[in-house]
């Protein structure tokens, strides 16, 4: 029975691929488009891709030529091709502007880039190119009914970047650069000032100062250690209650401290 069943879907199987060769190898153009429509709405993206390859080149200037192309930037993203997907959706809309799938397109367009964006840890070109097509389409659309969702992919976006900042920045923490912690930080509070990181942010910000200070030459010392108290006063200005408010009045008061000592305080900034 196994064996029955076996060159049953064998016999099939090659009856499928002789029909659809014969169908690539024929001159009847409206049969191809319409074998590829059905192809596609039966999910074979393969083989409607194929389909719709030589098809947009034979419509091209016809009154086929849009739909035809619609379908093709489609099977591109169907097979999960979304840098190519991208390309066609993008060349789509600049040869359709006037298409009753514009607004459809666009979106497509900017959604290719965010399937491509990566997990934080890497490169995030795809992201901050997912965002501003984005921003185009919800400029070009603001009342089309993708523009919630549209503002939700982004704000998703967003927060890839946030991670990258906070967590590149952090690495600086680990890694002992404390200068360049200090700047990373800052420069994520600036890029983000709503970051959900701030609390964190800023109090290793401050503890990444107070060793940066303490490791700096004496003419500079009092300097970095005034900045410590600053960065102090910005964390419990935010964050009066903060989880981390313990281990901060610790620095602040070595910060103090040492500011006192006139050994120190007398040192030329």
Avoid: W
Avoid at 73 to 86: F, G, I, L, M
Avoid at 174 to 194: G, H
């Amino acid at each position: 029975m196994k064996k029955f069943l076996a060159v049953i879907v064998t016999v099939l199987l090659f009856s499928s691929c002789s029909k659809f060769q014969h169908l690539m190898k024929s001159t009847d153009m409206e049969a191809k488009y319409n074998a590829a429509v059905k192809y596609y709405d039966k999910k074979d993206y393969y083989h409607a891709l194929q389909l719709f390859e030589e098809l947009i080149s034979v419509y091209k200037g016809t009154q086929k030529a849009e739909q035809s192309y619609y379908y093709y930037s489609y099977c591109t993203y169907k097979v999960d091709d979304y840098q190519t997907a991208a390309y066609h959706f993008n060349n789509f809309i600049q040869t359709f502007p006037n298409s009753k799938h514009a607004e459809e397109i666009q979106f497509m367009y900017a959604y290719c880039y965010y399937l491509d964006s990566p997990i934080p840890s890497l490169d995030q070109t795809s992201t901050r190119d997912a965002i501003d097509k984005f921003q185009i389409f919800i400029n070009r659309y603001p009342q089309g009914e993708k523009v919630a969702e549209a503002n939700k992919l982004i704000d998703e976006l967003r927060m890839k970047l946030e991670t990258k900042a906070f967590n590149n920045a952090k690495l600086y923490y680990r890694t002992e650069n404390y200068k360049a912690s200090v700047v990373a930080f800052e420069n994520l509070l600036k890029d983000f000032p709503a970051t959900v990181y701030k609390e964190e942010a800023l109090f290793i910000s401050l503890r990444s100062q107070y060793i940066y200070a303490n490791n700096s030459v004496e003419t500079k010392r009092a300097e970095r250690l005034k900045t410590t108290l600053e960065l102090y006063y910005k964390l419990v200005d935010n964050f009066p209650q903060s989880r981390y408010l313990r281990d901060a009045e610790k620095i602040f008061d070595a910060a103090k401290e040492k500011l006192a000592d006139k050994s120190i305080a007398g040192k030329n900034s």
